[in-house]
């Protein structure tokens, strides 16, 4: 089982539990993903995709059924260690984005190295790996609010990098943007698969399940994954 | 990428937090500012109060031992008039009492000047020798003088500096419209600045003169004092005197003393309606606090929560960012006012115990600092502000971190 | 420089201020302490109560010493009209005789 990044089994996710607004937004799913691959999670809004997202993501814990990530079980994790384990190991590409507009593209970007306790230079030196890999060397120091929306998703993408993970998750990433934005999008994924990332992108944009790069695609619907 | 060292020294991590705190609070820049000066203000107020009031208090203290036992005043219409001779012998007969003496003093108005003085009668050849000899500062002249003993006085600084202005420093004529002649006095001396806050205003001199002065006729005193050595017997003798002499009125140090202690403490006007003030603005600061973050700062928090930033470290930096402002406004509040009352003798703030006097002290006080007080006001301040600030930023920690960032 | 560097000097800072706020109260302290005696001889000298602060009136000037009515100048309804009395509390009254109980008269024979 080296070669799974990820595994689920049976995750089922159930708001308001036996009440009359009970609602189960995943249902009993499985998956396997294996190492350095690139799989999209297709299927209309209210299919489920960000919940599961999030489930694999450590933003939710699950209500039935396991999550291991890289050999590792974490969906009983008690929130310290699932949050460690994110931290550490989970790089999340949210649709909105989710960068604060006051900080510099610099500082947004080192934001999640701080809990490690790094140095200053030390973060910058990784940051601007990461802005001169993505283009954004000259931005550095710009205020997130004062960019456009193209760069504010590279700053999105280097923010979700900078802790070394190796597994990458993007919710609708293409949403806001227009078509050559979006072929540029994809092709930062390729350029990352090919350097051994593990991709899982949820989308029903026909752009990004068209790509080449896309190694598999997994399609749900109502929270359950058709065969 | 590699991955970084993972949790990493944890002092480096508190410096981490510490310096996204300060960035937080540099990029709210203009709010926080505004917060610090008026905590740095409030603090100030406080202190200046608490420093001024507790510094007379101790100067008036300062001498409390040395007041006569009992002071007698006579009283008709329940105000004070003159008090007779034959009074002494009767009160110098209660057993107890070791000696009594008629004072002559009351005060002179200087209209060109608009100036109080306090005069006061006594033998002068007294405080040429001993102890006394050393608290004036004698003018050049004394020892050639043959005028006669009632022309002389020694005078307070006070006195001293308004003369001064008119040219009057080395000898000063009382005049009153209804006199026939003006009275010429020589000064032979000042009182020195460190017995200023109580001699300030002071006119000392022979009992003959002041007499005159006063227009007291002969056979007639302002009040008497009287001695007792033994303290346990000072009510009872006071309260003989007012037995046998109802129209007499006695002060015994113990009275004086609480008189004192009440003089400057928190039910006086002043202390009282500063303090509420004080009070109610940082109520209004903390209440502030209190009542929860804006929408970008609760994004921020779900930002944080949705990178894996753990709660905790949430929470430090938000009470690291009160934290700061609080304690350097404390201290900086606390610093500042010693340097306002002690340094720069409370400009401002003088003029509230001064009130409409011509006549009035250096105010170069002792300091009288008690720093369990101290700590007392930094911590009721830092404590429930960086309380406050902790509370409504847990709140949002604990939300869902998908229902912030949905509704923010 | 990073900002928690900024802050220990700011606080360094304070603590010098701190400081020589400290050593200036040490030295008034000792000097009070040393000329306290000028002060209880004048004392000694001249039995005048209270601090000269202010000379604006007789009763503020000695308020140890004045008497009830001063303050409220001829009637008792008259307020105090000089700003220096907000800041002084009233002396102490407390020999002054408790107010009359009315009730039945005592028997003046048996004394």
Redesign the interface.
Known sequence: MDELMLKTVKVTKIYNQGKQNEVIPVRDVSLKVKKGTSVVIKGPSGSGKTTLL?MIGC??KPTHGEIVVNGKQVSKLP??FA??H???H?G?V?Q?F??????SVL?NIM??????????A?RKN?AM??LTQFDLEKRGRFKVKDLSGGEQQRTAIC?S????CSLLLADEPTAHLDGQLTADFLGYMAELKSKGYTILIASHDPAVFEHEMVDRIIEMKGGEILP | MDKPTTSGNWLERQRNIVDYSLQGLFRRRTKNSLILVMYVLLIFVVSSVLFITGSLTVELFSTAEELPDITVQKMIGGRQVTIQEYYFKAISEIPGVEDVEPRVWGYFYLEELQANFTIYGMDLTLLEEGDYERIVNWNAARKNLEMQPEFRMIIGEGVSRLLKEIQMEDAFLFFQPNWDAAIPFEIIGTFKSETQLQSNDLMVMQTEGARKVLELKEGDFTDLVVYVPNPEETEMIALKIRRYYPELRTVTRAQIESTYTSAFNWKGGFVLSSMLVVIFAFLVLIWDKASGLSPAEKKEIGIMKAIGWDTEMILAVKFWESFIISIIAAVLGIVLSYFYIYWLHAPGLKEIFIGWSTLYPSFELVPDIDIKFLLLIVTVTVIPYSAMAVFPSWKAAITDTDYILRNN | MRHSSKLGITLLALLLLVLVAAVDYQHKRREYVENIWMRKSFQRAVGLTDLSITTAARYLRHYSLGDMATPFQDYPASLDHFPAGFVYSPPDFSEFPKPVKFGPLPNLTSN
């Open positions: 999030s933003q939710i929130e310290k949050n460690r994110k931290r550490e989970i999340f949210f909105q989710h960068l604060i507009p006051d900080l500082d934001l999640p190295l701080l809990p490690f306790g790094m140095r200053p030390e990784r790996k990461l923010r990098l900078v802790n070394g």
